[in-house]
């Protein structure tokens, strides 16, 4: 009864447990799967962000890097719907404009959210976890009663296969490592299948064994999803960039191969500290 109490609580945390009606089909025919254009946003005379834009391709792995105060959780903000800019566009595909629609919507149209600190159900099982994660779309009650057929079990298997955590299947979530509620998170998001993938300092607190994981975890994810990735540790983003945007008052400073980013003077001098 006390896990039922949580569910109930939380499902303001977990958006993709609630119920929203179809969305149109996702049209990346041009190649890119977000864009956003000219997004101003000010809080009380700061400005979050600044005419920012940005494009990221379908199925891209894509690292978002800059110093606190840049504009990084503000984005992502808007992308989900959490917060409306002052003016400007963002799109999702070519038909889904994200200022018009809700934060549930946006979830169940194809963009999963990892914040940072992992929210999972400590008192479920890894397994129940996911398994309560495929069925959200049924709604909260009903996904808690519904039996998997076979494909489901399957698809549970590879993505605890695909997580590192098939030993930890059935061992409640409170158990795990920092670093493995990091993975079941991801891997709650991909029970949705979702197009594209924000992920909030995924390595924050790991080991190195684990970041280890969680970049290869990342870079297999690339290709089928889109993925972009909001990182400090430089060596991390390293390990998995093709390309880099940086950040700096709430607009796009550079952007490049991990190379060219490290020697970009702008960058040095207001990010890396030269």
Same mark, same amino acid.
């Given at each position: 009864?006390?896990?039922?109490?949580?569910?109930?609580?939380?499902?303001?945390?977990?958006?993709?447990?609630?119920?929203?009606?179809?969305?149109?089909?996702?049209?990346?025919?041009?190649?890119?799967?977000?864009?956003?254009?000219?997004?101003?946003?000010?809080?009380?005379?700061?400005?979050?962000?600044?005419?920012?834009?940005?494009?990221?391709?379908?199925?891209?792995?894509?690292?978002?890097?800059?110093?606190?105060?840049?504009?990084?959780?503000?984005?992502?903000?808007?992308?989900?719907?959490?917060?409306?800019?002052? @003016? $400007? !566009?963002?799109?999702?595909?070519?038909?889904?404009? &994200?200022?018009? /629609?809700?934060?549930?919507?946006?979830?169940?149209?194809?963009?999963?959210?990892?914040?940072?600190?992992?929210?999972?159900?400590?008192?479920?099982?890894?397994?129940?976890?996911?398994?309560?994660?495929?069925?959200?779309?049924?709604?909260?009650?009903?996904?808690?009663?519904?039996?998997?057929?076979?494909?489901?079990?399957?698809?549970?298997?590879?993505?605890?296969?695909?997580?590192?955590?098939?030993?930890?299947?059935?061992?409640?979530?409170?158990?795990?490592?920092?670093?493995?509620?990091?993975?079941?998170?991801?891997?709650?998001?991909?029970?949705?299948?979702?197009?594209?993938?924000?992920?909030?300092?995924?390595?924050?607190?790991? @080991? $190195? !064994?684990?970041?280890?994981?969680?970049?290869?975890? &990342?870079?297999? /994810?690339?290709?089928?999803?889109?993925?972009?990735?909001?990182?400090?540790?430089?060596?991390?983003?390293?390990?998995?960039?093709?390309?880099?945007?940086?950040?700096?008052?709430?607009?796009?400073?550079?952007?490049?191969?991990?190379?060219?980013?490290?020697?970009?003077?702008?960058?040095?001098?207001?990010?890396?500290?030269?």
């Amino acid at each position: 009864m006390d896990t039922l109490r949580e569910l109930g609580k939380r499902e303001e945390v977990f958006s993709f447990l609630q119920h929203a009606a179809p969305s149109p089909a996702l049209d990346t025919r041009h190649g890119p799967i977000l864009y956003v254009e000219g997004v101003t946003k000010s809080f009380d005379g700061f400005r979050a962000l600044d005419d920012l834009t940005l494009y990221i391709d379908d199925g891209e792995l894509r690292c978002l890097i800059g110093p606190n105060g840049a504009g990084k959780t503000t984005l992502m903000d808007v992308l989900t719907g959490k917060t409306r800019p002052d @003016t $400007g !566009q963002a799109w999702f595909g070519q038909r889904l404009n &994200l200022l018009e /629609l809700p934060e549930h919507v946006i979830a169940q149209s194809g963009i999963g959210r990892k914040f940072q600190k992992p929210t999972v159900f400590e008192q479920l099982t890894v397994f129940e976890n996911l398994e309560l994660a495929m069925h959200a779309s049924r709604g909260l009650w009903t996904s808690l009663r519904w039996r998997l057929d076979g494909e489901q079990q399957d698809r549970i298997d590879e993505v605890l296969a695909l997580i590192s955590l098939t030993e930890q299947a059935h061992a409640p979530a409170g158990v795990l490592s920092h670093g493995q509620k990091q993975w079941l998170e991801i891997g709650s998001l991909l029970m949705q299948n979702p197009r594209l993938l924000l992920v909030d300092e995924p390595v924050a607190g790991m @080991t $190195g !064994q684990e970041s280890e994981k969680t970049a290869e975890l &990342l870079t297999s /994810l690339a290709g089928k999803h889109s993925v972009v990735v909001v990182e400090h540790d430089m060596d991390f983003v390293r390990s998995i960039a093709r390309t880099v945007s940086v950040l700096h008052q709430g607009s796009v400073l550079a952007e490049g191969s991990m190379d060219e980013i490290q020697s970009d003077a702008r960058v040095r001098e207001v990010y890396l500290g030269e």
